[in-house]
């Protein structure tokens, strides 16, 4: 966390106490204090001491407590301010956005692998799920590199002048968010489509409805219901997003939520209270539209799956509209990974960025370079440590939240599951920020700010969620028999566990302790918040070497972590499809 250079001190031994545990807080020497012959005085010493308060955990209650009282008009006069409210807005209007364009490209896209001959080609579904298993921020500086001046795409394509940078402008940002969330509004929508029975549209076609009407008012009331939840989903997860507004929005002069929440924990003047208030307002935002989608989901819910057998309606598309399909395939693909992967790729191959794609300006250089930087190694060991102890902390913790869910009854079992659950709700740089404040008030009781441990911490409240809901799917598909027959035979609870709950579940233990290690592999916004002083991970030494110019370094640590990502996911969907 970079201050500047704050005050001017040498001695008085209580005021060096409270400095040097700024200095364990994420503070070095040179970003405190320039270092001169000069008596520590007491207005210096009320420096240090309000520099400490500052990061305490009444920062936050600044926000609406003043002089010993509540007053919300701090709080409100934040808000109400004039950037504040500008950044409100455009945290709405691009999680709108991202809402509607996610749906033009998902919507179609859905119906042609669930509706046609597209169908039975299982591989399209797994190609889908790359541009959301690959880290925003990565993709997003693909697209830079691509339609920057000089960029890729001016070098393939000459005669095209100065038009592709034009790209970097509102409905270009909307675009490249819209591109990594689509696949999880496809899926959800696909999903849907195949659990409608074909019988339905069939009564419709026999009292004379045309295709169009049936899709009016037969299909399209039976999908509102997941449409309703996979858009509120996206809404959520793009005005959670820091990624891509950090890394493309700022080129645009384009402030959200996460943007200027992550501004005011780590810029000059730092101020937790003031990103109390934007925080607050996005929790507030997101529960909303929880509460609508809930809503809209209770009035638009209906019954599919009954015991009688049914199969899903398919539509046989004549070769002409099956080669417009497959055209719309791939313009998506193209779109979504091609050109971001490409990017990525050609860059970290580039010798010198000056000839780029120019024949025999290629090599193999900086990955060797990369593998040899000790800053680059333990980038990668940190992350590789973080996710594998977080991914384990999590399987432990969700499997006994889920054993102890299915044991309570009543208001406990509800509590465990809310409790378990909740993090899924909230956006992931909010609860980074309440973990800093908590755990910097008790410093002193438990010294966990600023090392490692907070970092496994955070990870473990962000992605616990994923471990109860691999497991209790694993859960619902054992027999009560199962567990009883052990107990008839006198087996204790634990070995009941251990000999036949534990065997039965662990593939979907394994699923979900692969999925937390792909995401906390990859992530960015927690490392960059409460990760110690020179101590880089993977998402953050990428970010680091982009923003310092040594782009084809970074790109090449870029296409190691996509391929891990990639390589462990696919390892993920081989076992739901042999479970």
């Not at 008596?39 to 600044?62: D, M, S």
């Not at 004379?208 to 399209?220: E, F, N, Y």
């Not at 638009?300 to 002409?320: E, V």
Request: aromatic share 10%.
């Amino acid at each position: 966390m970079r201050i500047g250079t704050l005050v001017n001190f040498t001695s008085l031994p209580e005021v060096r106490k409270r400095f040097e545990r700024l200095q364990r807080l994420g503070f070095d020497s040179c970003q405190l204090c320039s270092w001169e012959p000069k008596a520590w005085t007491e207005e210096n010493a009320q420096g240090i001491l309000e520099l400490e308060r500052t990061y305490g955990v009444e920062v936050f209650a600044r926000a609406v407590i003043t002089d010993g009282r509540l007053d919300l008009y701090r709080a409100l006069a934040t808000i109400a301010d004039a950037r504040n409210v500008s950044t409100i807005l455009n945290s709405l209007l691009l999680g709108l956005c991202v809402v509607l364009l996610s749906s033009v490209i998902a919507l179609p896209t859905a119906f042609l692998l669930a509706r046609t001959q597209l169908a039975r080609h299982k591989w399209l579904d797994i190609v889908f799920m790359i541009p959301f298993m690959t880290p925003p921020y990565i993709a997003s500086m693909g697209w830079i590199l691509f339609m920057h001046k000089r960029g890729l795409f001016q070098q393939l394509f000459p005669f095209t002048g100065r038009w592709s940078e034009g790209f970097f402008c509102f409905g270009d940002l909307v675009l490249v968010m819209s591109l990594h969330v689509f696949p999880f509004l496809m899926t959800m929508l696909k999903n849907a489509m195949l659990s409608i029975p074909a019988s339905l549209e069939e009564s419709g076609a026999v009292f004379g409805a045309r295709p169009g009407r049936r899709l009016c008012r037969i299909l399209a009331p039976l999908l509102t219901g997941n449409y309703a939840i996979g858009a509120l989903l996206v809404f959520v997860k793009t005005l959670s997003e820091y990624g891509t507004p950090y890394t493309l929005g700022r080129r645009i002069g384009f402030d959200v939520f996460t943007t200027d929440i992550h501004r005011y924990s780590t810029t000059s003047p730092i101020g937790f209270g003031r990103s109390a208030s934007p925080s607050s307002i996005l929790i507030c935002i997101c529960m909303v539209m929880w509460l609508l989608q809930n809503h809209i989901t209770a009035r638009t819910s209906y019954s599919l799956i009954t015991g009688k057998g049914t199969h899903p309606a398919r539509t046989i598309l004549s070769p002409a509209g099956l080669a417009l399909a497959w055209a719309w395939i791939a313009l998506v693909v193209l779109v979504a990974i091609g050109v971001p992967y490409f990017s990525i790729i050609a860059t970290s191959l580039i010798r010198l960025r000056g000839y780029g794609l120019a024949a025999g300006n290629f090599m193999l250089e900086h990955y060797r370079d990369l593998l040899a930087t000790p800053r680059a190694l333990s980038a990668i060991g940190n992350r590789l440590f973080l996710a594998a102890s977080s991914a384990t902390l999590c399987s432990v913790l969700g499997t006994a939240a889920v054993v102890a869910a299915r044991r309570a009854r009543g208001f406990l079992k509800k509590a465990i599951e809310g409790i378990s659950l909740l993090p899924e709700m909230l956006p992931g740089i909010v609860l980074v920020i309440g973990i800093m404040l908590f755990y910097n008030a008790i410093y002193r009781v438990i010294p966990l700010y600023n090392t490692l441990g907070i970092m496994v911490l955070a990870y473990v409240v962000l992605y616990l969620p994923y471990t109860v809901q691999y497991v209790t799917s694993a859960f619902t598909q054992i027999s009560d028999s199962l567990l009883q027959a052990g107990r008839v035979f006198g087996g204790s609870p634990a070995y009941v566990f251990f000999r036949i709950t534990l065997p039965m579940i662990a593939r979907g233990i394994l699923a979900g302790w692969m999925m937390i290690f792909i995401i906390a592999f990859r992530e960015l916004v927690t490392a960059s918040l409460i990760a110690p002083p020179n101590t880089l991970v993977v998402s953050t030494y990428i970010n680091r070497e982009f923003e310092q110019g040594s782009v084809s370094l970074g790109m090449a640590m870029a296409v190691l972590l996509t391929t891990t990502a990639l390589l462990v996911f696919n390892r993920v969907a081989e076992r739901k499809r042999k479970g």
